[in-house]
């Protein structure tokens, strides 16, 4: 069963009176469990196809289901609600909170719903646990390494057990070992948990570790 589908998805930006077409009809399918890597020129709407898929975008054209839903099918609220708990995000830059200990950081997806849970906050100390920085549970971010730091964000973007994980050249700013030591760890999880991993990435060493490949070009998916 598809519990990803993207079907012929189309964006189109209007800007400084010109239209820019920058999805051309996208199609894909993924299955709880499966990744992909999604790599591709810069500029060739890579983010774009993220953030549609991550319902952060709505598209011209096309539709995308996730876990049975048109998640674009529900109002604003109803939207929020669904992709706080079916998605998680992890971006190039981490994004973290500099005022928030470590913990603090891990537990913000779930204050959508007002005070963490003593379950999300045992969750978060788990997970804290699991990225190896458990010692550090009351550290700032400024206290960590980049590579610590994006690991941080990787346990956030997992708080709430999504389906689907999103990541946006998630080791852009990562030396070479930092970048491998944290694409795997990423993929670990992602087995560990049953989701489905989607990674965009400049990186053949990353994109090397998945198990399938698209390359965006053109607007269209080779
Ligand atoms: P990539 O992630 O592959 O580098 P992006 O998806 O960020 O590419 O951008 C693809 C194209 O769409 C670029 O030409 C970019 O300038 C344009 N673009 C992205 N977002 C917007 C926006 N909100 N408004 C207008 N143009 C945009
Ligand atoms: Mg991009």
Redesign the pocket.
């Known amino acids: 069963m598809d519990t990803l589908c993207v079907d012929h998805v189309t964006k189109e ?1 209007a ?1 400084h009176g010109k239209s ?1 077409v ?1 999805l051309r009809g996208v199609s894909l399918k993924l299955s709880d469990g499966e990744n992909l890597a999604v790599i ?1 020129p ?7 196809l993220l953030s549609i898929i991550g319902t952060l975008e709505r598209p011209t054209s096309g539709r995308i289901e996730l876990a049975g839903e048109d998640p674009f099918s529900f109002d604003e609220p109803a939207l929020a609600d669904f992709r706080n708990r079916q998605i998680g995000f992890i971006f190039q830059d981490h994004h973290l909170l500099p005022q928030c200990t470590l913990l603090e950081n891990v537990l913000i997806p779930t204050l959508a719903d007002g005070r963490p849970t003593p379950e999300e906050i045992e969750w978060g100390r788990a997970l804290i646990d699991r990225i190896g920085l458990t010692g550090r549970i009351d550290y700032r971010p400024s206290e960590l390494s980049g590579g610590e730091r994006q690991r941080i964000a990787i346990a956030r973007a997992l708080i709430r057990q999504p389906r689907l994980l999103l990541a946006d050249e998630p080791t852009g700013n990562l030396d070479r070992k930092t970048a491998e030591s944290v694409g795997q760890l990423l993929l670990e999880l992602q087995n560990e948990r049953g989701m489905m991993l989607i990674i965009v990435t400049h990186s053949q060493q990353i994109a090397g570790m998945l198990s399938r490949h698209v390359e965006l070009d053109g607007g269209i998916l080779r």
């Open positions: 930006y800007t820019l920058v591709g810069s500029g060739s709407g890579k983010s774009t």
